[in-house]
């Protein structure tokens, strides 16, 4: 069964920070751009952090420069989402996604629901 299964979510303070990791099952994320989007109730949905899968370059949106970063690692087939800093706003449903061949930045900001997702992990960013 080819899944991805996200986790590391949970309650944080202003200014904490989680990480999320995104573990692959029934393929090898060696071949796919991976890609951290998220949801908040009402809003649509965002691509946060996307990364390459051949020269490992990534992309992030605006709102999270300097404060997220995204990483793989292919003997463990899986990503993480390193969140630091992390502001009440920051609070959705976080989802990973696989896609097989699509430039880094065409991916985060992609529409559809293309190639394998998560079922996403909840942040929330309260006091």
């Known amino acids: 069964q080819l899944q991805l299964v996200e986790s590391g979510g949970g309650l944080v303070q202003p200014g904490g920070s989680l990480r999320l990791s995104c573990a692959a099952s029934?393929?090898?994320?060696?071949?796919?751009?991976i890609g951290w989007f998220r949801q908040a109730p009402g809003k649509e949905r965002e691509g946060v952090s996307c990364?390459?899968?051949?020269?490992?370059?990534?992309y992030y949106a605006d709102s999270v420069k300097g404060r997220f970063t995204i990483t793989r690692d292919n003997a463990k087939n899986t990503v993480y989402l390193q969140m630091n800093s992390l502001k009440p706003e920051d609070t959705a449903v976080y989802y990973c996604?696989?896609?097989?061949?699509?430039?880094?930045?065409?991916?985060?900001?992609?529409?559809?629901?293309?190639?394998?997702w998560g079922q996403g992990t909840q942040v929330t960013v309260s006091s």
């Open positions: 996604a696989a896609v097989g061949i699509i430039p880094v930045q065409a991916m985060c900001v992609m529409t559809n629901r293309r190639g394998y």
């Open positions: 029934g393929f090898t994320l060696d071949y796919y751009v």
């Open positions: 990364i390459s899968n051949s020269d490992g370059s990534a």
